[in-house]
């Protein structure tokens, strides 16, 4: 079972609650709250995408840019001695600090 949905580019959490039978979730990766609920998997989706759709519905009403998530860019906080490494590591490989981030994350998710 996957523990994540995807809809117009907006990823969403499932959990279930056992003390109200219920599904229920929230859009992942922003900070505006869109959260649905379902009583199968059938109404868990359909409401995460009404949920979602509504969200972009009310952001052009109000003439602003919806929040999206995964643009790319994050902020990653190490200690100065793995910074160190990293930095030394990805120069011996005449690579950026970037690019050394980039290709060990893509090869931890791929194992993962």
């Not at 505006?32 to 052009?60: M, Q, R, T």
């Not at 790319?72 to 690019?99: D, M, T, W, Y």
Request: glycine share 8%.
């Amino acid at each position: 079972m996957n523990n994540t949905m995807e809809y117009k580019g907006y990823v969403g959490s499932v959990e279930f609650s056992e003390e109200d039978g219920i599904l229920f979730g929230k859009v992942l990766g922003i900070r505006a709250l869109i959260s649905y609920v379902g009583e199968s998997g059938k109404e868990l989706l359909e409401d995460f995408h009404s949920a979602v759709d509504d969200y972009l519905s009310l952001c052009e009403e109000k003439n602003i840019e919806p929040e999206r998530a995964y643009k790319g860019s994050f902020n990653v906080r190490i200690s100065p001695e793995l910074h160190k490494k990293a930095a030394v590591c990805a120069a011996s490989q005449q690579i950026s600090l970037n690019s050394f981030v980039e290709n060990a994350l893509r090869a931890s998710v791929a194992t993962g």
